[in-house]
Every structure is written in C-alpha cells, then in structure tokens.
C-alpha cells in the first residue's frame, strides 16, 4: 500500500537553530514528490518537486533532498516567519489521474 | 482574481440543509481537484477531473457530489451531511493531471451541526 510518513509530528526551535523534517514514503514507482506548507486557516503553498533520487532543490533558507525512500527538508537559520505545519505528498508513477498521497505533516514552530 | 479562490469561507449548516462550495482557478489549468482535511490527518483526495471530465472518485459517499462545468470552475454539492463532514475542503488546480504541481485555494471551513 502507497504510504507517507512524516516526522517528527512538531518540531520547536530557536530562531537560528537549523534542523531538518523527514518524508519517508512507500510507494510502487514515484512519478514526483512535493513539498507544500500550510498556514493556519490557509491553503497549502507548493514549495518544491523533486523527481528523482539525489536531486536537490533550494529556496531561502530550506533546501529539499531526495533519496529513493525519504526526502529530507532542510532549514538553515530557521526565523519566526518559518513557522507553518509542512506537508509532503507523492504522486505514483501508475496514477495518470493526479492523485497525490499526502503525509500528516510537520508543524513547525521557530520562537524568537 | 489570482490564483485558485474558493467561496464561502466558511460554512455553518444542518443536517438537513443543501449547500455548495465553489472554486474558480485563474491560472489556465486544465485539473481540478477536492480535498478534504480533518484535524491531525492527511489530506484526503475525494475528486478529480481533467478536462472537465472526473477521472478520480475516491471512494466518497454520495452526500457529496461534485459538478465541473468547464475547466475553470469546480462545485461541490453538499446535502444530508452529517457531523463527522465538519472539516477544511480545498480546492487544487494544476496544469494537467499527469505531472502534477497543484495549487490549493484558501479552502472552506464547514461546520455540520
């Protein structure tokens, strides 16, 4: 069965503090992986698409890996304005239709 | 209007009540999409339509049904909801269904009392 596991469910940390978020995921051939972050009482915002295994992507402070079980979001000199619940979803190489299988995500919380 | 937007924002309603939630993309895109999203769970995919045809029913009850009049509008219908139904649905859009960057509008907060 196509699964995605985040972890951990809340991560707290001091503004500065770089960490990193994981996506571990079981599926049947992956198509792509996203990364979404969601405000409270908003949509999720597309951050990035990986494809394939050792791709890398970057925007400010975070950066997203792919290997061929996990990808990792990473968060350097986290600030405040950080803070948001990530979400990790895979599309499956079978699915034409565009389903995405999302994880529960991460709420992550940067205090000043 | 940028972006995906969807109406009302929020939703208060009986069980017995019909109502409608509506999406409208203005991005071009030719997918579109209903989530559900319930407190300390994944989103959950309950339609998809391509080219205003669904290609995607994720096993959801018939007291939803949803309607694509063309590719840049989605309703969903709602009638005899019950209170488990109380949750956040989105609304998704992307170029096409098979590489599959979606962009999700605000979403409307339904409550089924």
């Known amino acids: 069965e196509d699964q995605v596991t985040q972890s951990p469910e809340a991560l707290r940390l001091q503004e500065g503090e770089s960490s990193s978020l994981n996506c571990s995921y079981t599926?049947?051939?992956?198509?792509?992986l996203f990364w979404y972050r969601q405000d409270p009482g908003k949509g999720p915002e597309f951050l990035f698409t990986?494809?394939?295994a050792g791709e890398e992507k970057e925007k400010e402070r975070l950066k997203a890996t792919l290997t061929k079980k996990e990808s990792f979001l990473h968060i350097t000199a986290p600030k405040p304005e950080d803070s948001a619940t990530y979400l990790c979803?895979?599309?499956?190489?079978?699915?034409?239709?565009?389903?995405?299988?999302f994880g529960q995500g991460t709420e992550l919380s940067v205090k000043p | 209007e940028t972006g995906v937007t969807q109406t009302p924002r929020h939703l208060v309603m009986g069980m017995t009540n019909k109502k409608s939630l509506k999406c409208e993309q203005h991005?071009?895109?030719?997918?579109m999409y209903w989530y559900k999203q319930s407190a300390k769970k994944p989103l959950e995919l309950m339609f998809v339509?391509?080219?205003?045809?669904?290609?995607e029913n994720n096993s959801v009850p018939s007291r939803f049904s949803p309607e694509c009049p063309n590719s840049s509008h989605l309703f969903l219908h709602l009638h005899t909801l019950q209170p488990e139904d109380s949750a956040l649905y989105l609304c998704?859009?992307?170029?096409?269904?098979?590489?599959?960057?979606?962009?999700f509008g605000p979403g409307t907060r339904l409550t089924v009392l």
């Open positions: 339509y391509n080219f205003k045809e669904q290609t």
């Open positions: 979803a895979v599309q499956p190489i079978y699915n034409q239709g565009g389903k995405l299988i």
């Open positions: 990986l494809y394939s």
């Open positions: 599926v049947s051939g992956l198509r792509g």
């Open positions: 998704a859009s992307s170029p096409s269904g098979r590489y599959n960057e979606q962009f």
């Open positions: 991005l071009g895109h030719n997918a």
